[in-house]
């Protein structure tokens, strides 16, 4: 591990630490709020079952995936994935419990944006091209989702129950061959506009932090301050692996050390691969919910870092992990890395442990797209 320190040469370790302290309290009062919505919505489906009988015999819908068997200590969360299901590309609900994937009938058109499935505020949002939607699974009756807005890049806001929806200019902007964007608007899960910006030249933002948006030039990012509406710093790496609050972990390609920057104060620490491995550059990572740690792809495999201590690791079982896309998810409490196999069986790694459990199963020649998960 190696840290440069720009700024305040100093605090490094400090700043880290009040970081990740400060992840994890955003994170205990959204499972706060979670667990109350949860027990009452379990009063009520206990009612209904004693009322009504049990669901053993109901139907399930046809086209499906194959199940494979579930093993205990996830069933606090439902997984949702992006996924190409035989011939068909749509949204599925990966219940961990029960082990079983079945198909969620929402309106989904995505294309290669990185941000198709988003989780915040307890919902799902949903960043269709030129429509964002949010999907509450907690909602009564069928499956559906309200529009947020007209957004044609949908990026996820470092606030809770907020994302960032970009807005197509009209006609040309940024080059003769480019529609650029000619706002950045985030706005909450009613579709409420919080706060907007005009992006430098119609740029798309690649990430956003506590303090604004990143933007992708050839070799860094750029953080776009909101507050001093301009560009104040440089961050190594063209691509940004993912951001929790204001930490930014990124890379290079090819990736020989991955960078955490805190834009607050400009800090970077870099972090070596594990085993003599390679960071795979590129948008594939995952944040912890407390930020304590992050997990991103490594040829043959997944290697997580302890972002405190700045050493990583291989996570055992993980070299037979989808090649392609590697979709990743951390569960609501932190504790455990959801991720799909090359074969695709649904896995979970407990931070700490020897082998990953298996839950769940797509069919080999399927593709996982993308995971994102929300408490039960």
Known sequence: ????????????????????????????????????????LALVIAGVLLLGGGGDDAAKRPDGPNVASTAGGAERDVLFA??????????????????????????????????CLISTGGELVIGSVGR????????????????????????????????????????????????GLSAVREVDLDGRVLRSMRPPRGLWPAAAVTSGLLFQYPQSLRLWSLEERGFTLRIPGAFPVDTSGSLVASCGEPCSK?????????????????????????????FS?????????????????????????????????????RAMAWSSEGDRLFFVADDGTVLSYRVGSQSPTAHASFDSNDLVFQMVSLPK
């Open 1 to 40: 591990m190696t840290v440069e320190t720009p700024h305040r040469p100093d605090r490094t370790s400090e700043e880290l630490e009040a970081l990740i302290e400060e992840a994890r309290r955003r994170a205990r009062r959204r499972r706060l709020g979670y667990a109350a919505g949860a027990a009452i």
């Open 82 to 115: 992006r996924a190409r299901v035989g011939s068909r590309e749509g949204l599925f609900e990966i219940d961990l419990a029960a082990g079983e994937i079945e198909p969620l009938r929402l309106r989904m058109s995505c294309g290669d944006t990185p941000f």
């Open 132 to 179: 964002t939607t949010a999907y509450d699974p907690a909602a009564p009756g069928r499956p559906q989702a309200a529009r947020l807005g007209d957004g044609w890049i949908t990026v996820p806001s470092a606030r809770d129950g907020r994302v960032w929806l970009g807005m197509l200019a009209p006609g040309r902007l940024g080059g003769p061959h480019r529609r």
């Open 258 to 286: 991955l960078a955490l920057t805190d834009t607050r104060t400009g800090e970077i620490t870099r972090v070596a691969p594990p085993d003599g491995r390679r960071w795979s550059g590129g948008y594939v990572g995952a």
């Open 289 to 325: 919910p407390d930020a304590s740690h992050v997990a991103l792809p490594v040829n043959n495999g997944l290697g997580i870092v302890d972002v405190r201590g700045g050493h990583a690791r291989v996570i055992p079982g993980s070299a037979e992990v989808d090649a392609d896309y």
